[in-house]
């Protein structure tokens, strides 16, 4: 019984521990709840991508540095969560002129659908939004090279769901003014989303 | 209790070529593709192929078994721990995502069933029948969690796919309650000792009635 | 009296009583707290009556505890019963009560340290999402703590479950052999199970499947606490808490009853055998049980009309069957063979009939028109102190009664006289009180009456001392005489 009571104590820490590393300390048991931990622990640059906004003109992100940044991933003819997420950004961007601070700030919508989202598309997209380009701005990666660097960077999956739209994992990513990612938010968490900017300035 | 060689045989070659068929590009593109397939198809057989192979060795491994596993503890704390393992969704997401993980998974399930297959035979029924309870208690509470998830749990899946998981997992739960309940149910009856020779028996059968 | 020697014959034959002391013991301690928490309920009473002030909060950590605790003492005390007289039957461990004993109390532990230190007083029903919902009374950790210690003396129960299935399986082959099934269907069975064995089966199978899902939804209460957006479906988690909730209480006194069938032959010099109808009783009870908990969801409107038909058609016939066959068999047993009366007789005699007068305000308020009024009224708490005060807990001291009887017939002198009239009395008016507070619709858990209601309140404290102190003379009695066996 006393090798057999060893054995398990081993395997239960061995595993154990195998365990607590695969769940981060018991403290992210899902791939969103990882990547939103590590970006808190470990903020990360974002890469230098050519990005096209909706009136056709280039712009990398590192143009947009000293402003604070919230980033959404979307695809222009998405039904269902890309509202919401456009609804957010549209709360936000109230509020943000209201606290006078439109000009330090910069929301972005960054589209992930190539294929159909050109500066037209985006350019309704971002007008029925509200998105005027002055605080809000609606943009697509140049190319698909720099698609998969934003991508894998903010740690978003996008999938094609079936039916011709994408299935996409949907969050506030707030950036700061040094161009890292810093915190990711989820739809509704808006007053931490303006909290984490406010800190910025 | 003597298996015949062509039993284990037998066994092994099943336990092996289930988790070969598994390992093929077209039943992992197909079965990886949803979570059903993924968590409930694949995963489950690789512990069943696990415990195929383990039922073979098991007279192989009789010496050390009696020895490193007595009543099938630490066999059930290695089982027990490698399930707990994939059912983190993060886990089910990696094994997608990174070949380490995905290797990880297709050797740890079948030791766990190997595992399982060479600690029932020597458990006690209080450890069986505990084991299995809660198995299923978990199950429900797992068929819960996916079912009522606010969110997506893996990135990788969709969200429609989850809810499904969800029922799969409930009826996994009923079924495994049904399975184990008809056993002690309507299970054949033994032949009916009496209370003195029963006790003997108990005695002296090995995890019999005594812990 | 030929079958009574054999009856005791087979009782010594088996020879060893596994875990005598623990049984011994868990009747003790049950009876023990049981004055505690009576003292409990005392307390309640005045405050609900005017004559004692104590701030709402206390009120409902008493409230929790005094739930908690008594439904724990019920099963306990039924647990020790089904072990000692099972165990003349088939082959058990000893250990496995100890260990089950061991999970009880480290349950209780955690359960009286939630409520006391955690200021837990969400009720031992813990429905959801009252737990998560202190309004800052108790913190999650309080909560938590509450429902692991339930966990922890649910798992006492599936151990004890578990030990007494394997035992019986062992011996009758399976369970439906154990249930009397081909006796049911065919009329005759070789080697038929007594009366303490088809009635252990029932319990096992249906205690079983409550205790898993009970395992269940006290997890998914606990994730809950501390990942609030897993919703739970309301719905769903009341029909699973009341699933459980229901289940295990009534599996109390179908435990405690197996000392009726048990003691009572010793009385009457007749054994109790399995009839085909008694067979069918139990199968009909385990079946009926699992599915009369609806009537809890009466009032939720939202649940699909079937259900609640059929939990209102249960309700009806649920109970009825075991009892039918108990009481009357207990009446031809009273009225045909010259019953000896001592104290242990005399308390399962009451038992029973507190048992059966105990079911029916329960059918009363079973009837759906009666009960969208009555069932948040304290008709319900009148309904379960009635069984559990008259029934359960009767037949418990009975069985301490007989478990430290002399070896003469000794009758029903002085202070056992008293005693047990002072429990009776007490307890049917306690019980009886709650009806009259339901009846004039007085609300259940409600720390603060109106002086409309002081009269029964009042009443009832009145009462309830009277039973405090029949208990304390039971009570005093298995423990002096336990102690005077020890010392011999
Ligand atoms: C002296 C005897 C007793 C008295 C005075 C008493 C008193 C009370 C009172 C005042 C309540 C709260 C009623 C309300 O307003 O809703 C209550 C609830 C309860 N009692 Fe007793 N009781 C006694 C004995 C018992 C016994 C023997 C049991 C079980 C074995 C028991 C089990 C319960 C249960 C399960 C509740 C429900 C708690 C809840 O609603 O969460 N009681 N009792
Ligand atoms: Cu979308």
Known sequence: MLRTAAAALAIAGILGAVLWQGTSGLRAFTTEGL???????????????????????ELTLPDELGRAMVVEFIYTTCPTICVSLGESFAKLQDQIWMDGLADRIRLISISFDLARDGPEALSDYAQARGADGRLWIAVRPEND???????????????????????????????????????????????????????QQ | MKKSGATAGFQAAAGAGVIVALMLPFSR??????????????????????????????????????????????????????????MVPRSVDTAIAHTGYEIFKFAGLPCAGAALALSFPRTIPLLAGALKAHFVSMLAVLAWLYTAAPVRLCNSYLASDQKMLGAGTALFACAFAIYWALGPLFGLPKPQPTIASGAAAAREAPGGARI | MANVSALVDRSTAVGAKPALTAVKLSMGLGGLALVLLMLLGLCMRLAQGGLLSMEPELFYEIMTAHGAGMVGIAALTGAGIMWFF???????????????????????????????????????????????????????????????????????????????????????GNLSQALAWPLLLRGSQDDAPPPAVVASAAVIVFNGIGIVVGAAVLAISLINLYAPSFTIDPLLAKNMIYFFGHVFINATIYMAVIAVYEIIPEYTGRPWKTSRTFAAAWSAIMLMVLAVYPHHLLQDTVMPGWALAIGQVVSYAAGLPVIVVTAFSLLVYLTRSGMRWDLASALLVTGVFGWTAGVMPAIVDAVIVVNRVMHNTLWVPGHFHFYLLIGEMAMAFGFMAWLTRADVPEGLPGASYWGFLAYLIGGTGVAVTFLIGGAMSVPRRWAVHVPEWFMQDRAAAFFALISIIGTIVLLGRYLARLAAAAKA
């Open chain 1, 35 to 57: 990547r939103r931990l590590s970006v808190m622990e470990q903020p990360r640059p974002l890469p230098n991508v050519r990005l096209i906004d909706m009136q056709g003109r």
């Open chain 3, 86 to 172: 099972l165990a003349r039957h088939v082959q058990l461990t000893a250990a496995v009560y100890w260990l089950m004993l061991c999970c009880f109390l480290l349950g209780v532990a955690l359960v009286l340290g939630a409520i006391f230190v955690g200021r837990f007083a969400g009720a031992w029903t813990f429905l959801y999402p009252l737990p998560a919902h202190s309004g800052g009374v108790w913190e999650t950790g309080a909560a938590a703590v509450f429902l692991a210690g339930l966990l922890s003396i649910g798992t006492a129960f599936l151990l004890f479950y578990l030990e007494t299935g394997r035992a019986i399986i062992a011996r009758y």
């Open chain 2, 29 to 86: 593109g197909r079965l990886e593709a949803t979570l059903v397939g993924h968590v409930l198809v694949q995963m489950p057989l690789l512990v069943l192929a696990g415990w195929l192979l383990g039922s073979a060795l098991a007279e192989k491994l009789e010496r050390v078994m009696e020895q490193w596993n007595r009543f099938g503890v630490a066999g059930f704390t290695f089982a027990i721990f490698v399930m707990l393992f994939w």
């Open chain 1, 145 to 199: 090279e720099a698609l998969r660097a934003l991508l894998t960077t903010f740690g978003v999956t996008v999938i094609p769901d079936g039916a011709g739209g994408f299935v996409h994992n949907a969050a506030l990513h707030v950036v700061d003014r040094q161009g890292r990612l810093i915190a990711i938010f989820d739809i509704g968490e808006e007053p931490q989303v303006l909290a984490a900017l406010r800190r």
